[in-house]
């Protein structure tokens, strides 16, 4: 038995590594994760742009990925950046980050998401928009959320009861945003980790 366990590991450590595709830069592409037609399942499309392995959106946006766990199927991606003189969202146009609800991927409940710049309406929801909100320390200490000051900001830990597939901007609401994984209360902000965690369902 132990040896037929053996020969059934060493067996599926050889078929992935057969459909594996090449690495992008100096990042490994793992199975089930596609670059091209020739590797991977293209379900699980990426893209490698120049030696920068990255995601693209339903919008048609394109998120570089920082980091990639193949065995909790799991990925992280960048956020987009923050334009400094108008605090938009290098994705506003787009509507922010958007999955094919249809595609495998999903956004996991690991995201602490700060919404920006956003209008009263916003109040409306359950987020906290208080004055010691974790996006005000964004503001406050980051370059990148330097722009945003001064304007009303949430922040939400992004989990089960809400959609998996959407962190939506637009003009009227928030214009900008930015998203930080696995925090943990009392983390300092120079220990966060800014990223959007996705996570996939394994091929059958």
């Known amino acids: 038995m132990a040896v037929l366990i053996l020969f059934l590991l060493i067996?599926?450590?050889?078929?992935?590594?057969?459909?594996?595709?090449?690495?992008?830069?100096?990042?490994d592409v793992p199975y089930p994760l596609s670059t091209n037609n020739n590797c991977g399942n293209?379900?699980?499309?990426?893209?490698?742009?120049?030696g920068t392995l990255e995601f693209l959106s339903a919008a048609g946006f394109y998120y570089q990925i920082l980091s990639i766990n193949p065995s909790a199927y799991k990925l992280i991606i960048r956020p987009p950046a923050i334009q400094k003189?108008?605090?938009?969202?290098?994705?506003?146009?787009?509507?922010?980050?958007?999955?094919?609800?249809?595609?495998?991927?999903?956004?996991?409940?690991?995201?602490?998401?700060?919404?920006?710049?956003?209008?009263?309406?916003?109040?409306?929801?359950?987020?906290?928009?208080?004055?010691?909100?974790l996006c005000r320390q964004f503001e406050e200490k980051v370059e990148g959320g330097s722009s945003c000051r001064d304007a009303l900001c949430c922040t939400y830990l992004k989990d089960a009861s809400m959609t998996s597939h959407r962190i939506r901007v637009r003009v009227g609401g928030c214009t900008a945003y930015t998203s930080v994984v696995y925090l943990k209360p009392g983390d300092s902000i120079?220990?966060?980790?800014?990223?959007?965690?996705?996570?996939?369902?394994?091929?059958?």
Request: proline share 6%; with cysteine; net charge negative.
């Open 85 to 133: 003189s108008t605090c938009q969202s290098s994705d506003l146009a787009l509507g922010g980050l958007r999955l094919d609800e249809n595609s495998p991927f999903n956004i996991s409940s690991h995201n602490t998401v700060m919404l920006l710049n956003c209008s009263e309406t916003i109040l409306l929801s359950p987020l906290n928009c208080s004055s010691n909100s």
């Open 11 to 27: 067996s599926l450590t050889y078929i992935l590594t057969i459909h594996a595709c090449p690495k992008c830069g100096s990042m």
């Open 190 to 204: 120079d220990s966060w980790h800014y990223g959007i965690e996705l996570q996939w369902l394994p091929p059958n």
């Open 42 to 50: 293209r379900n699980y499309s990426v893209y490698c742009n120049n």
